[in-house]
């Protein structure tokens, strides 16, 4: 990474439909988070709300820079893998926010 290169971690949040869960557990694991590997983000962190007026779901994905996250935004590897996952969830956001430690909201 160049020097003056931050990462930057995208955060995604949603709700699981309850009629797909099943479904939206094995795209998860059999083919989201491979795929965003593939597209050279890191999955570093994936909190579930329990509890509480907030997204059931957030996952962190961290990429070298801003520019690398933006490519990946556009890209059409990642717009197959966000029309997968729209059938699957509601409430989907994403931001992307200066890569630190611990949990970001």
């Known amino acids: 990474m160049p020097e ?28 989201f988070i491979p795929g965003v590997q593939r597209l050279g983000l890191q999955p570093v962190e994936a909190w579930a709300t329990l509890y509480g007026d907030y997204p059931q779901i957030q996952i962190g994905l961290l990429a070298v820079d801003l520019p690398q996250a933006r490519r990946i935004l556009q890209s059409s590897g990642w717009n197959q893998l ?6 699957l969830v509601v409430n989907y956001a994403c931001k992307i926010v200066p890569a630190r430690g611990g949990f970001q909201f």
């Not at 439909?17 to 083919?31: A, N, T």
Request: proline share 3%; hydrophobic share 45%.
């Open 4 to 31: 003056n290169a931050m990462s930057v971690k995208l955060l995604l949040t949603w709700d699981i439909l309850p009629e797909r869960e099943r479904e939206y557990f094995e795209f998860v694991v059999g083919e």
């Open 82 to 87: 966000k029309s997968k996952l729209s059938a």
